[in-house]
Structures are given as C-alpha cells and as structure tokens.
C-alpha cells in the first residue's frame, strides 16, 4: 500500500528566466519533516498537448520533422498544443490535418502523461485515430512534414529505428498496441 506524504509548503516562489514559451520559477520548499530545499521547474501555458497514432489501412502514419532540442531529424506521431477553445479530441483531429494530411472519424484517448513530473506541470493525452479520411489544414511548422508509413505488424523493429527516440512516442505506440490488442 502507498503511503500518502503531505504536500511540502511553498515558503516562496520567484521567477528566475522568462522565455516566449516558458518560465522558470525557483520554489523554496518546506517538508513535512522540516527539511527545506529549492526547487526550480518550469512553467508554460496551461493548455496540455495531444499526441495522435494514426492507425491508416494497416500502416502507422508517422511524422519526420526536425526537432531544436536534439538537432535531428526527429520520427514520431503527430503532436501539438491545444488551442484556447478547443477541447483534447478536436486539437488532436487538428493536428493530424495540420501534420499528416488526414481526419479521423474515431479518435479514442488512451492515456494522459506527465511529461516530466519533476520539473514541468504539463501534460500529454495519448490518442489513437482509426477511421482516417484526407483532409489537410494550414500548419504552423516552418516546413513540410515528411509522413513515413510504417506497417503495423512490424511495429516492433519501430523502436530499433534511432530516429525514432522520443519516449512520448515509445509510450503512445505501447499503448497503442495494448489497445489494439483488446
């Protein structure tokens, strides 16, 4: 059985770095056995983000695009923020349109992740998108995004692909075929 902690008392909170997409706020905390630290982590909007596995005539539909942060050319599933006014499923139907090219008719949530509980309050919800339809809507990405189909049933020789790294992706595809599996 999990012991239930008290939360630790935040003594004082301060922003230390600003960026045009997050903050850094340092925490000065108090445990409930009186020990103080700092803590920083970072803060961003409080939208969530969604990430979709296209499953399309027996093939996933993944994305190529490069990534900042590891300055590669990055393979995963389409993912974004959602937008003030929408809900979970509509950014996701969204972003697959704005990503791959394609609606889905049956969007099904399978999970929702914390991205990095430590450090970042945001989190993720893993969908899977069945039923697809041809559809394309203006994206914000600064090129085209290559969509590489990638047969279902190898699904495991994915996660032997070094390009394809992210653990949001590794999860969403195990999830995926948990579901899938039913």
Do not use: C
């Not at 003594?11 to 903050?23: G, N, T, Y």
């Not at 920083?40 to 190529?64: C, D, N, T, W």
């Not at 949530?109 to 893993?126: D, N, T």
Request: hydrophobic share 40%.
């Amino acid at each position: 059985m999990t012991t239930r902690h008290k939360k630790p008392d935040i003594l004082h909170r301060e922003i230390v770095a600003k960026s045009r997409l997050f903050q850094i706020e340092q925490l000065h905390l108090k445990f409930s056995n009186g020990v103080e630290r700092q803590y920083e982590r970072m803060s961003g909007g409080s939208r969530g983000a969604v990430m979709i596995v296209p499953v399309h005539q027996g093939q996933l539909l993944l994305a190529k695009e490069y990534a900042a942060g590891t300055d590669n050319y990055e393979l995963g599933f389409p993912k974004g923020l959602i937008d003030p006014g929408e809900d979970a499923a509509e950014a996701a139907n969204r972003e697959l349109q704005e990503e791959i090219g394609f609606a889905s008719n049956k969007l099904t949530l399978l999970k929702e992740l914390s991205l990095a509980p430590g450090y970042f309050a945001s989190k993720m919800q893993i969908f899977i998108a069945e039923d697809l339809y041809e559809s394309r809507l203006e994206g914000d990405e600064p090129e085209p995004i290559e969509v590489i189909p990638y047969p279902l049933e190898d699904w495991q020789t994915l996660l032997e692909d070094a390009d394809f790294s992210e653990s949001r992706s590794v999860s969403a595809l195990f999830l995926a075929q948990q579901f899938l599996a039913k």
